[in-house]
C-alpha cells in the first residue's frame, strides 16, 4: 500500500504521562459512575412526580427525607449535633485506626502531632477533608487501581504538610505536654460527656 510509512517513527512519551493517563481513567470512571448514580435518581424522582400527580389534593412534602438529604457525607464543620458527633466519632476511629499507625512517624520538631487533634478545629476540617477524599479513593469501583497513588499524592501529602510543621496548628504542643489552651469544637461526642459527668 502507497499510503503506510515504510517504518513506524519511534514515540518518545514523557514517564509521568502514563500516570497522568491512569489518573484520568480513574476519574472518567468515577464521573462514569456518578453519572449513573444521578440517572437512576431522576429517573427515580420522574416516577415519585407522577405518584403525586394520580394523588390530587394531598401536598406533597415540603422537606427531603433524612436519608436522601445527604447524598454523600456533608462536610464536617456544616453539621450541628447529633450528626457531627456521630461523624467526629467515626473520623476519630479512622485517624486512630488507620492514620496514626500507618502514616505518622514519631512526632518532631518538624513534624508535630497532637494526641488531641480533635480540639484544633482545623485539624478537624482538614482530617475530615482526607477522610472524605481516602473513602473515595480506596474504591477500585469508582476509582480505579490509581485512587490510594492519588490519595497519597494529592491528599495526604499536601494534608501533612499543612498538619504537622513547627508552624502548623500543633505549634505549641509538645510530646506529653500541652502549651497551649487547646480550643474545644462547639459540640463534643455525647460519650465523651458522660464519661466526664
Known amino acids: 500500500m502507497a499510503d503506510e510509512p515504510d517504518e513506524v517513527p519511534k514515540l518518545d512519551v514523557p514517564v509521568g504521562m502514563f500516570e497522568d493517563i491512569e489518573d484520568l481513567k480513574a476519574q472518567i470512571a468515577a464521573l462514569t459512575a456518578q453519572v449513573n448514580r444521578l440517572t437512576e435518581h431522576a429517573a427515580g ?109 494529592d491528599h495526604l501529602d499536601p494534608c501533612m504538610r499543612e498538619l504537622r510543621p513547627s508552624a502548623g496548628p500543633f505549634a505549641g504542643c509538645t510530646k506529653g505536654e500541652h502549651q497551649i489552651a487547646h480550643r474545644l469544637p462547639g459540640t463534643v461526642p455525647s460519650a465523651w460527656r458522660q464519661a466526664d459527668g
Open 45 to 153: 424522582a420522574e416516577g415519585e412526580a407522577s405518584a403525586d400527580d394520580e394523588q390530587e389534593g394531598e401536598e406533597a412534602e415540603d422537606e427531603p427525607d433524612a436519608e436522601d438529604e445527604w447524598q454523600y457525607p456533608p462536610f464536617i464543620l456544616l453539621l450541628d449535633s447529633p450528626q457531627y458527633d456521630e461523624e467526629l466519632r467515626a473520623l476519630i476511629e479512622w485517624v486512630e485506626g488507620v492514620l496514626v499507625p500507618g502514616y505518622l512517624a514519631e512526632p518532631s520538631a518538624d513534624a508535630r502531632w497532637c494526641h488531641l487533634w480533635f480540639e484544633h478545629p482545623v485539624a478537624i476540617a482538614r482530617l475530615h477533608a482526607l477522610w472524605l477524599a481516602w473513602q473515595e479513593l480506596t474504591d477500585p469501583a469508582t476509582c480505579g487501581y490509581t485512587g490510594p497513588s492519588v490519595w497519597h499524592r
